[in-house]
Nanobody, 119 residues
Framework: QVQLVESGGGLVQPGGSLRLACAAS????????MGWYRQAPGKQRELVAV???????DYADSVKGRFTISRDNAKNTVYLQMNSLKPDNTAVYYC?????????????WGQGTQVTVSS
């Protein structure tokens, strides 16, 4: 059984920073992709940043230059450093990973962590 556990969300003032972490655990052979999505109230879930195959990163245009995705392969953990946060970054942030186990290739989601940007 694979689990993704997110941490690091919270309340921050505009212009502030937060660092999210997502750790994958379980019977993992390898991780093909791993990254972050978010869903604001009344909106669809959207890509924030992701590691694709071959360590290629992909960012939403709205976060380029402010957010940075990084990872620790030894810990099966991906991070999202969010700087210069704005109120419209308020959302539930979800970790997503495509993970290969003994049962094959599946997509997994974390439970989400709330990020609120407000003064």
């Amino acid at each position: 059984q694979v689990q993704l556990v997110e941490s690091g969300g919270g309340l921050v003032q505009p212009g502030g920073s937060l660092r999210l972490a997502c750790a994958a655990s379980g019977s993992i052979f390898s991780i093909a992709t791993m990254g972050w999505y978010r869903q604001a109230p009344g909106k669809q879930r959207e890509l924030v940043a992701v590691f694709r195959s071959g360590s290629i990163t992909d960012y939403a245009d709205s976060v380029k230059g402010r957010f940075t995705i990084s990872r620790d392969n030894a810990k099966n953990t991906v991070y999202l450093q969010m700087n210069s946060l704005k109120p419209d970054n308020t959302a539930v942030y979800y970790c997503d990973a495509q993970i290969i186990t003994g049962q094959g290739d599946m997509d997994y989601w974390g439970q989400g962590t709330q990020v609120t940007v407000s003064s």
